[in-house]
Every structure is written in structure tokens, then in C-alpha cells.
């Protein structure tokens, strides 16, 4: 779980660089890839765009980060946490997937179905969602 807490703040990385030309490549292949935009990445050009970006990216910073140091607390709390944090994974996914497909980033619903995955198999494989 820790790696997968470290891969999301690595995606906001990703995002965050996005604000600042000549780090942006990667946030501009990103958006080209997910986004059903004319231009792709060209979005990236207007200076509101750089700025949702990149605090896109902190903001995922954050939530990785305040993952990965609650860690220890969720695994402590047993079934509570776990349910806990998949609760609140579960109400990110469905808000941010139906954002992204309603307005046409419907690639960026996949990515998330994919996360969502990468937490579920070993919160479910181990079992932390079962009361003791």
C-alpha cells in the first residue's frame, strides 16, 4: 500500500510540474493522451490552465503524502481504518470519474478505474476489511 500511496504522489508530481514551461512535457503528453482536445497538451499554454494543473498536482501531493503518514494509523485501526480509507477513495473515484467523462477526459476515468484496482487487490487479498 505504500508504494501505491508513493505512486500517487509521483502522479502529482507529474501534474504539478505541469505548471512551469520546460517541465511540462510529461503533464502535456498526459492531457494529449486522456484529453479529447483539438490541440492536446497545447492547452498548457494559457496561464489559468497552468495554474489548475499544477494545483491539480499539489493537491495530489497532499493527498499522497497524507496517505502514505496515515499508514500506520489505518493499519493500526484494522477493519475501521481500512473501510475508512476506502470509503474515501471510493467517493473520490466516483466524483472525479464522472467530472472527467462528463466533460470529455473520459481516458482520465480509465486511469482512475485502474488505481482503484491497484488499492483493492491487496486491501482485499489481505483481508483488512474484515472485522476481526
Known amino acids: 500500500m505504500t508504494v501505491w500511496a508513493w505512486g500517487v504522489v509521483a502522479f502529482g508530481v507529474l501534474l504539478?510540474?505541469?505548471?512551469?514551461?520546460?517541465?511540462?512535457?510529461?503533464?502535456?503528453?498526459?492531457?494529449?493522451?486522456?484529453?479529447?482536445?483539438?490541440?492536446?497538451?497545447?492547452?498548457?499554454d494559457e496561464r489559468a490552465m497552468r495554474f489548475a494543473v499544477g494545483l491539480m498536482g499539489a493537491v495530489t501531493i497532499g493527498w499522497g503524502l497524507t496517505i502514505v503518514f496515515l499508514l500506520p494509523v489505518i493499519f493500526a485501526a484494522g477493519a475501521k481504518g481500512w473501510r475508512a480509507m476506502t470509503l474515501a477513495l471510493m467517493v473520490w473515484y466516483v466524483i472525479d470519474s464522472f467530472i472527467s467523462i462528463s466533460t470529455g477526459f473520459a481516458a482520465n476515468a480509465v486511469s482512475n478505474t485502474a488505481l482503484a484496482i491497484a488499492y483493492f487487490i491487496p486491501v482485499l487479498a489481505s483481508g483488512a476489511l474484515r472485522t476481526s
Do not use: V
Request: hydrophobic share 50%; glycine share 20%; aromatic share 6%.
Open 16 to 44: 504539478a510540474a505541469g505548471a512551469f514551461p520546460g517541465l511540462d512535457g510529461p503533464a502535456r503528453n498526459l492531457l494529449t493522451l486522456f484529453g479529447n482536445l483539438p490541440a492536446g497538451g497545447a492547452i498548457l
